[in-house]
């Protein structure tokens, strides 16, 4: 017997609004369509009746989980059209923040992931060791989220000696909780039994359907746009994390062992901050022309297009976001699975519909 089911926009696994109608032979899915719309906000819109320098602080709107990369992606375009050079040491302050937002954002990931198949007090470890990092991001910004930090020609604050060994201190304590949780979410046999061969995506379909991010590492794609060397990505001795295996849990693994990375490339930066001033100063708008500007945010790849003719404002403001590429990939996974999988498969690729709809 076959028949169509709605799977959302209001479910427990979903953290934001997306309908799939899934279509179901038994318990087996045979086909899936997305139903997007439920949180458009018009952004792109709105960015293009603020000056260039007011969506800097826009568009760190678009997505609150990694909000300054968002912020980093627009300035660097900006900066490419204006023929600035960012000093130094703001290079580096950039990788620190985009850093602690991808391991903000990792955390928060495999918490949710860790609830939907039933493990609710290791999402709430995962959680409260999340805290930690919003901490140091709070003590060297003055913010949790929404740091404000980034600005068109480098950063607008500095990280002293006192700030750098509260991040330490902090991180010390987030490997620490680490040690303890990542061996139940990697090792448990129930976790394993729920994403092991679960999801599948292969390297051609991953390549052909455009996956980003873990879920393209996942899949045995070494594609990370950190591997251009863009901010100080070049100078940290980076390389991508990619698992073989193609499912669920390699997925999981990616992002498991990119929040160690993260901290690695945290320590590595702070502790080779250059000396330099924090800002490039520039006078006058963004010449006419158009630029298309990419960065790895912990989802994969965002790419910002900007069109600018010379004015205050831009022409056009356009957002690509990871999430919106792995819609596809995420589809072909659901392709075969069972109605049970359906919410464990959603969110191994970390869906973000907010950001996606803009």
Request: aromatic share 6%.
């Amino acid at each position: 017997m076959s028949m169509v089911i709605p799977f959302g926009p209001q479910h427990p696994v979903l953290p934001e609004p997306i309908q799939l109608r899934l279509s179901l032979q038994e318990e087996r899915v045979t086909s899936a369509l997305p139903v997007l719309g439920y949180v458009h906000r018009g952004l792109e819109k709105l960015a293009e009746e603020k000056d260039f320098q007011q969506d800097t602080y826009l568009i760190e709107r678009v997505c609150g989980i990694c909000s300054f990369i968002h912020s980093m992606c627009y300035c660097q375009g900006i900066e490419e059209l204006m023929n600035l050079e960012v000093p130094p040491r703001a290079h580096y302050l950039r990788v620190v923040w985009s850093e602690l937002h991808r391991m903000h954002s990792h955390l928060l990931a495999t918490g949710l992931l860790a609830d939907a198949f039933g493990f609710e007090n290791l999402f709430m470890q995962l959680w409260r060791t999340r805290e930690h990092v919003m901490d140091a991001m709070e003590y060297t910004t003055g913010a949790r989220i929404m740091l404000g930090s980034c600005c068109i020609g480098g950063v607008r604050k500095d990280i002293n000696e006192e700030q750098k060994k509260f991040v330490l201190d902090k991180l010390a304590i987030v490997e620490k909780d680490l040690n303890d949780l990542l061996p139940v979410l990697l090792d448990d046999y129930s976790v394993r039994k729920r994403l092991v061969g679960i999801g599948i995506l292969d390297p051609k379909t991953a390549r052909e359907r455009g996956a980003v991010g873990p879920t393209a590492r996942g899949s045995g794609l070494m594609i990370d746009h950190r591997m251009t060397g863009y901010a100080a990505y070049g100078e940290l001795g980076f390389e991508p994390v990619v698992e073989n295996d193609c499912d669920s849990y390699a997925r999981t693994k990616v992002r498991a062992r990119e929040l160690l990375q993260s901290m690695d490339l945290v320590r590595r930066a702070l502790d080779r901050l250059p000396d330099s001033e924090l800002k490039t100063p520039f006078k006058g708008n963004p010449p006419a022309g158009e630029v298309v500007i990419r960065a790895e945010q912990p989802r994969g790849e965002v790419l910002y297009y900007l069109k600018s003719s010379g004015k205050d404002k831009l022409d056009r403001l356009r957002v690509r976001t990871p999430t919106f590429a792995n819609l596809s990939p995420m589809l072909a996974m659901l392709m075969g699975c069972t109605l049970p999988d359906v919410g464990v498969i959603i969110l191994s690729i970390d869906p973000c519909v907010s950001c996606t709809e803009r």
